[in-house]
């Protein structure tokens, strides 16, 4: 089974209103452009990496929601995913194995749980880690978790963060 609901909750807006928030005028100003601006957080308390991506989106909540959820079409959009495999499928949780092509040859594989929180003018899509035990640390990541949220942009359009932590143990 997918195990249980995250405990994860929306803003009243849908959440991605207060990142919006946050964006300095120079990265507005790149999203009004059409770029992505990316950001790095560092954590010395922590082994790996977290970044974050964030971009201006066409189209409806639904379809984007569509698109983000879409696990078995990730090898199409998500860099370094070559495969994915859905083995337990709901509205709202789904457990996910991914299978990654990294640089110098070197492959992945992890067993993702996702989970999907629906708000009024936006969602968020969490994911993390779970055991895989068929698969030894060797071939798979010490740590991963991270989320995707979207809602509406106040320039029009929607705004799209993706935030990831990665530790891949080495």
Known sequence: AVAAEGSGALHQDGGVRAEA??????ERA???KGKIVLREFPD?????RTYEALGILPGTLEEALTAITDYRRYPEFMPRVERTVVTDESD???LVEQYLKLPLGVSRRLRLRY????GEDGFRVEWEKVPWPEVPLSQSIAETSG?????R???GGLLALYHIYTDPGR
């Not at 928030?21 to 120079?26: A, E, G, R």
């Not at 010395?44 to 790996?48: T, V």
């Open 147 to 151: 989320h995707w949220q979207v809602g």
């Open 30 to 32: 790149e999203l009004l």
């Open 92 to 94: 709202s949780v789904s």
């Open 115 to 118: 989970i999907v929180q629906r």
């Open 21 to 26: 928030s946050v964006l300095s005028p120079s």
């Open 44 to 48: 010395a308390s922590r082994k790996g």
């Open 153 to 155: 942009f106040d320039q």
